[in-house]
């Protein structure tokens, strides 16, 4: 039960970790990269294409897998308020209620 627990947490450590890294990666090179963009509404579906492509060029540098870079790029929101790349870990459902072990 204790290895069937400890390994359902393990995935999202690993996910979290790289998320976090993938969005420093990604704040950085954006940054760098494409202070020249207007910033407006008609042009949202271009930024958003440019910054999925970012996220694959960086998940290609960083030398991630390409599922993992799928799996990043579903939980990442932009705003453009901000300017903030926002990556979101889902909550994992408590251990006993995935196994289904009673106690």
């Not at 420093?24 to 202070?35: D, H, P, Q, R, V």
């Not at 799996?71 to 926002?86: L, P, Q, S």
Request: proline share 3%; aromatic share 10%.
């Amino acid at each position: 039960m204790l290895l069937r627990f400890v390994s359902s947490w393990f995935p999202m450590k690993v996910l979290t970790a790289t998320l976090l890294l993938l969005c420093a990666g990604l704040l950085i090179s954006w940054n760098m990269e494409y202070k020249n963009i207007e910033w407006n509404a008609k042009n949202a579906k271009t930024r958003s294409d440019i910054l999925l492509q970012q996220v694959r060029e960086t998940c290609a540098t960083m030398r991630f897998p390409n599922t993992l870079a799928n799996t990043a790029i579903r939980h990442m929101v932009y705003d453009d308020k901000r300017k903030v790349i926002y990556c979101f870990i889902p909550k994992v459902s408590h251990g006993l209620r995935v196994t289904g072990d009673d106690y």
